[in-house]
């Protein structure tokens, strides 16, 4: 599995900015794909994550209502929408794959995921 984050880049505060995971080496209809952050000094952190089957989504409760997550089946694409973006959410960005079965927990660390991909800067200047 590969997995090619894009999209980064500085963005004032209350702008927006939307990520993408290019996925590739499997068909990914059984898989979690979730995206991380990771501040400078701070933990890698949980973002957002989507069932490639069905869709569901789940977010942490910093960013519900500002974030969204989505997957585009034809391009093997997971998208990360950003809004109303706040200096605290300066991090580098990882979007990452596990195989799981549908009955299975969404996980939401970072151990819960065997593929990453490489981060992508996101700064939000105040």
């Known amino acids: 599995v590969q997995l090619q984050a894009s999209g980064g880049g500085l963005v004032q505060a209350g702008g927006s900015l939307r990520l993408s995971c290019a996925a590739s080496?499997?068909?990914?209809?059984?898989?979690?794909m979730g995206w991380f952050r990771q501040a400078p000094g701070k933990e890698r952190e949980f973002v957002a994550a989507?069932?490639?089957?069905?869709?569901?989504?789940y977010y942490a409760d910093s960013v519900k209502g500002r974030f969204s997550i989505s997957r585009d089946s034809a391009k093997n694409t997971v998208y990360l929408e950003m809004n109303s973006l706040k200096p605290e959410d300066t991090a580098v960005y990882y979007c990452?794959?596990?195989?799981?079965?549908?009955?299975?927990?969404?996980?939401?660390?970072?151990?819960?995921?065997?593929?990453w991909g490489q981060g992508t800067q996101v700064t939000v200047s105040s």
């Open positions: 080496g499997r068909t990914f209809g059984s898989y979690v």
């Open positions: 990452a794959a596990d195989n799981r079965p549908p009955i299975a927990a969404i996980p939401t660390t970072s151990r819960g995921y065997d593929y």
């Open positions: 989507i069932r490639w089957s069905g869709g569901r989504t």
